[in-house]
């Protein structure tokens, strides 16, 4: 095994007992970058210099008595959405052109005081307005979508060029992408991890949140990332968590939602199958298995688009008058179809999510978490924009990637997307877990058991050579 | 729930009064997405709001203080 093959943790043991170094490790990253980058495109911007330097003061810093933690020498990619300073932060627009960011996002800075390595910026679909990231090219299948709009940072995961990346999620950024590569995606809580420095997308829909190999990795990171920072508005002030799980897979006792309704419509049969097996997997682990009602399911597009597209289009404001010839068409068009939204709509849909918020509450009283697939269709061909359904419905490729993942943002819970095996095209499928606000730790240790009893592992790394 | 199709010069007038003013050859384009969008986001209008207030910031610490499992 390669080094660019280890997971996080698997890697970040090898450091802390000095099998490894973080120079042969970022080494082999950036080896694997040139190998595979030039087909995949997960990368605006691959700082190997840089990348080498920071290694090698790590490497430097361990062998001294140093060692700042797991993520000390561990090579990461950020999405471009993501403030690294002196760096541009391109969003993936031309409208970002000549951009420079004066100083660190707070996620940045956390990762890189934790002695996380940047190899580099990852792509995203513009201004992560969009579910594809058409840069990219899928891990697993050259010519599927990516998925977005954190497809870059999925692919990197999943092919090995990051051993970690970051993501954001306004409607399934983090998870859609992830579910897509086969890779582990967590959407935080909204609030627990800070986004000053991030580019927005709509405010009360953004979480920035880890994409990684397997679940344990996610944790490390998310405890890297979590905690206060008063200049984020929604930051919480929930205390610093070690989120790492334990290593006890028995689940006896967890009540295991499973939705009658919802996220098993018009989903393909193959990745309804494989969230069952999964699901009986839990149930074998010691989990209860309870019937769930998902509530207000009519009303989750709407209250989605009713809250993301005015935000959106008001954050553009200034741009989509003085540049507007350099948004790229499908971006543009939303943005300016946002304009005309009237604020009774908006107001509607902040008052739906209350009401929702109320509904899942009630929910969860019932249960500890609920598993559900992440999206309903593995990754479309680049260039198919519909779906059509064994009833006959057709449904945009973007509004079905999105469906499934969007209460996690109206409501602000937390969801966990783990991949749970593949469709005969051998395209990866994701289970998403969602849980209690701030119930971060039950989503992690429920995948963790999952991963570590799965009877056939996975590959976790793709094919692509 | 049904709602007239937004025309073109519909959504010209719209874009204008919002305070982004639109070139002509966009004015087709963007009256058939908002339109589009509006169908989507009107079913909240079914809704029952009661008292229900705004929700323009989640706080989760303050909705959950029993969150820990």
Partial sequence: MQPYELSLTRAADAIRNRQLSPVELVDSVLQRVEQVEPRLHAYVTVTAEHARRAAREAEKDIAAGRHRGPLHGIPMGLKDLIDVADMATSAGSRVRAGHRAQADSTVAARLTAAGAVLIGKTHTHEFAYGLITPQTRNAWDADRVAGGSSGGSAVAVAAGTATFALGTDTGGSIRVPAALNGVVGLKPTYGLVPRHGVTSLSWSLDHVGPLTRTVEDAALVLSALAGHDPRDPASLTAPATDYRPGADADLTGLRVGVPRSYYFDHVEPEVEAAVRRAVDRLAGLGARLVDVEIPMTRYIQATQWGLMVPEATTYHEGTLRTVPDLYQADVRVLLEAGALMPAGDYLRAQRSRTLMRQEWARVFQEVDLIAAPTVPVTAVRAGQETITWADGTVEAVSDAYVRLSAPANITGIPSLSIPVGHDTAGLPIGMQLLGRPLGEDVLLRAGHAYQQTHPAPARTLTPTA | ?69
């Fill in chain 2, 1 to 69: 729930m049904s709602c007239p199709k937004l025309t073109a010069p519909e959504a010209a007038r719209w874009a204008a009064r919002a305070g982004l003013p639109l070139p002509p050859d966009r004015h087709g384009a963007v009256a058939a997405v908002a339109h589009h969008i509006h169908t989507v986001v009107a079913v909240l209008r079914e809704l029952d709001f009661g008292d229900a207030p705004l929700a323009p910031a989640y706080r989760a610490d303050q909705e959950m203080p029993d969150a820990a499992v």
